[in-house]
């Protein structure tokens, strides 16, 4: 043995792991860790749906809210549901996912340039992107559907927001600023139309540090633009601000806050003023009409003797509609007037030539008149139901009142001045109808201190306008005065100075066309023909030959459509002057059964007229033809119906036993159209000649009457009635014929006479 030992070593296992194995587990977490972050921090995938993808590019255009990025479209396609509009899939910020509710809008923010300025600026660099605005309310939701334009300011950003009421929108716009004593207090956000109210509802915001500036009792009105009004005493321009009126706006005014005016609310709604004169402030009342008329807020006026004193601010009907109350804004110098005898009505536009006033009254529609009264038990009122129409003419009021009576009054009106020598001298209190229609009456008052000047051969006349006749060699221009030029007017004068009556209220006085027609005896009438036919002046009005009136003037129709012969009727007015009476041409007629009239072939053609029985008329429309019915004062009148008229004419003779002894005066159809009546008169002596059982028939021409046995049969009356016809008439001898007939009695007209009539012959003695 040896002295070195050796020993067995000792082999232990190993139970550690290597390092290498703990970069894979490394690799792990870091991987588990980004695909955690991954998660949370990936993009909500949305879809919004456009009506166009005008101006939206994949990629480019982003979602931003409050000037930060929060997404961008990643695709667009088209809506394939209807072809409408397009589908934008957007990304949105993961960390936006609370804000996308039901109530989150968005829409498309681009440039706009226009005259109050440019919106969307920043688009021109950026271009085009995505405006949202956060919903707090709804459940979550990842589709949504693009407003067509921003949404209106939210009611919870701090300011005043108030909603205003107007007619119309006019220049305002979204971003119109709201002024105050010209400084800029706020803006308009909104404004959308109520078809329910027919008005425009404008929402605007006042800036939280002049909130205070608006009260209960503030006034807005808009100031867009020029205001301009124009009258007799020059031309009046308004506006509020360059700013004003480049862009629009509104402004405001507000009186003392009190405890009946405490500062406005969130809400509150106002009425927006056309201008500035609408909103004045005023006295309030109301009107109310009966039946409904047609009143505009802000726009009908109350007028008194040509002078605004109030404005209508708002009106209600009741619930029956049967009438309607209009609540007024009157001027305060009016306060005193407002009492129990204060009356109000409407005044409709008229197209005449009484100034500016009657312009306004054209372009505004309907007025508002009033009649203001101091009245000593009169009471205030502020409540009042206005007339039908205008109120009659009160004959307690100091002054001399008369009627002036014409066919029409072209510009006399309501204040229609009076003249006498170019001075007023009083006024037109009312117009209206005549009792029969057929002419128009002015009422007018002559103050006490020129009562005097009028008796009753004063003579009136419508000083209206400039009035020139004449011809180039002798030109004749005549006006009153510049106020009845502008405004219209009546002038009268007496004819024979102190000669005249004294005249009592109600007198009645006719009113002449013009002043050459007063200057003339005789009553003025007009006489409306579809041509001149030969008509000049100087052409005479005739009655069975005896000349009763005189053509002045012929005018041609403004419509065209025929000429009036303004004339005088200086004998009997009151019977042709008169409703019924009857006019037409009188001309020379030729033909074969004889000629008529030949007399105005060296005289001149004339017109006859036909006096009636009814009330006074001044206006007429002349016959084409002589009238139907003529009935003369002597002999007798009686009617004959016929199934047709045949030759019978105007003037044909009638005959007994072949002697003239009366003619047609007029024909026309029966009432029920199925038979002709023809008029006749008999003359005197021979009137009594006809009797209840007298026959007419009618005598003209030939009757020939042939048979292939009995041979021809030959009849006639005369050769007078062959050329000219007739109707004949013969009377039996029978009792019942001795009493003579009436006039009006009607007979049958036979077509040809009887044997048995030929053969009669009675004694009638015509003494």
């Known amino acids: 043995m040896t002295d070195q030992e050796y020993h067995e070593a000792l082999v232990k296992e190993s139970r550690s792991i290597s390092i290498i194995w703990l970069l894979p587990m490394i690799a792990v977490v870091i991987g588990g860790w980004l695909?955690?972050?991954?998660?949370?921090?990936?993009?909500?995938?949305?879809?919004?749906?456009?009506?166009?993808?005008?101006?939206?590019?994949?990629?480019?255009?982003?979602?931003?809210?409050?000037?930060?990025?929060?997404?961008?479209?990643?695709?667009?396609?088209?809506?394939?549901?209807?072809l409408e509009g397009v589908i934008a899939t957007v990304e949105i910020d993961r960390r936006a996912e609370p804000l996308l509710r039901e109530s989150t809008q968005f829409w498309l923010v681009k440039p706009e340039i226009s005259l109050s300025g440019v919106t969307g600026l920043e688009t021109i660099v950026t271009g085009n992107y995505i405006g949202v605005k956060v919903g707090l309310t709804g459940k979550k939701s990842t589709l949504f559907k693009a407003l067509s334009e921003p949404p209106p300011l939210d009611i919870q950003v701090p300011g005043l927001h108030l909603e205003l009421l107007a007619s119309d929108l006019g220049s305002l716009h979204v971003d119109a600023p709201v002024l105050f004593k010209k400084i800029v207090v706020g803006s308009v956000t909104q404004y959308q139309l109520k078809p329910k109210e027919d008005q425009v509802s404008i929402r605007i915001h006042i800036k939280p540090e002049y909130a205070g500036l608006v009260s209960k009792q503030s006034r807005f009105w808009n100031v867009s633009g020029i205001t301009a009004s124009a009258d007799l005493s020059g031309v009046k321009v308004q506006t509020e601000s360059l700013l004003s009126v480049v862009q629009g706006g509104i402004t405001f005014d507000t009186p003392a806050l009190s405890e009946n005016n405490p500062p406005a609310d969130n809400e509150d709604t106002f009425t927006l003023y056309s201008d500035y004169e609408a909103a004045q402030r005023g006295v309030q009342a109301t009107i109310t009409f009966r039946p409904p008329e047609s009143l505009e807020p802000g726009k009908t006026k109350v007028m008194?003797?040509?002078f605004e004193v109030g404005l209508v601010q708002s009106v209600e009907f009741s619930e029956d509609d049967a009438s309607v109350t209009a609540e007024v804004s009157f001027h305060p110098e009016a306060e005193p007037y407002l009492t129990t005898a204060t009356r109000f009505w409407l005044v409709k536009p008229e197209v005449s030539l009484k100034g500016v006033s009657a312009l306004e009254t054209l372009i505004t529609g309907n007025q508002i008149a009033m009649e203001m009264k101091k009245a000593d038990k009169a009471e205030p009122s502020r409540s009042f139901t206005a007339l039908k129409e205008a109120p009659k003419v009160d004959y307690s009021r100091p002054g001399l009142h008369l009627k002036l009576e014409s066919a029409e009054l072209s510009s006399v009106s309501r204040g229609t001045p009076v003249l006498y020598r170019q001075v007023q001298v009083g006024e037109v209190q009312a117009v209206s109808l005549s009792r029969s229609r057929n002419s128009v009456i002015a009422d007018i008052t002559i103050e006490p201190e020129y009562a005097a000047l009028v008796n009753d051969h004063s003579r009136f006349w419508k000083a209206s306008g400039i009035a020139v006749s004449g011809s180039i060699t002798n030109l004749k221009v005549r006006a009153e005065s510049l106020t009845s030029i502008v405004q219209g007017g009546i002038a009268f004068y007496n004819p024979d100075q102190g000669s005249g009556k004294k005249i009592r209220n109600g007198h009645v006085f006719n009113l002449y066309d013009d002043y050459d027609l007063a200057r003339e005896n005789g009553v003025a009438v007009r006489i409306r023909l579809p041509g001149s036919q030969g008509l000049e002046e100087g052409t005479l009005i005739k009655y069975q030959g005896f000349t009763v009136g005189e053509v002045k003037r012929i005018e041609l129709n403004p419509d065209l459509s025929g000429v009036t012969a303004h004339a005088l009727i200086r004998k009997y007015p009151r019977k042709f002057a008169v409703q019924g009476s009857q006019f037409w041409l009188v001309h020379p007629t030729i033909g074969i059964t004889g000629a008529s009239n030949l007399d105005t072939l060296l005289k001149g053609q004339y017109l006859e007229v036909q006096p009636g029985d009814g009330d006074a008329r001044y206006d007429f429309v002349a016959l084409s033809a002589p009238a139907p019915v003529v009935k003369p004062g002597t002999g007798l009148n009686v009617v004959l119906k016929?199934?047709?008229?045949?030759?019978?004419?105007e003037g044909?003779?009638?005959?007994?036993?072949?002697?003239?002894?009366?003619?047609?005066?007029?024909?026309?159809?029966?009432?029920?159209?199925?038979?002709?009546?023809?008029?006749?008169?008999?003359?005197?002596?021979?009137?009594?000649?006809?009797?209840?059982?007298?026959?007419?028939?009618?005598?003209?021409?030939?009757?020939?009457?042939?048979?292939?046995?009995?041979?021809?049969?030959?009849?006639?009356?005369?050769?007078?009635?062959?050329?000219a016809g007739g109707i004949s008439f013969a009377t039996p001898e029978t009792r019942q014929s001795t009493a003579p007939v009436q006039n009006g009695e009607v007979f049958t007209l036979y077509s040809e006479a009887n044997e048995e009539w030929l053969r009669w012959k009675p004694r009638i003695s015509l003494k």
């Not at 009995?710 to 062959?722: C, H, M, P, Q, R």
């Open 35 to 82: 695909l955690v972050k991954s998660l949370i921090e990936s993009p909500i995938e949305i879809t919004i749906d456009f009506p166009s993808g005008t101006g939206m590019e994949v990629g480019k255009t982003k979602v931003i809210y409050e000037g930060i990025t929060a997404g961008v479209v990643t695709d667009i396609r088209l809506d394939t549901t209807d």
């Open 304 to 306: 008194f003797k040509g």
């Open 642 to 649: 016929s199934p047709r008229l045949a030759s019978i004419r």
């Open 652 to 723: 044909l003779r009638v005959y007994y036993r072949d002697i003239v002894v009366g003619s047609v005066t007029g024909y026309e159809l029966g009432p029920m159209a199925d038979e002709v009546l023809v008029y006749v008169n008999i003359e005197p002596p021979y009137d009594v000649l006809v009797r209840p059982g007298t026959r007419f028939w009618n005598a003209s021409g030939v009757n020939i009457d042939v048979g292939l046995f009995s041979g021809a049969s030959i009849k006639t009356e005369s050769l007078e009635s062959i050329l």
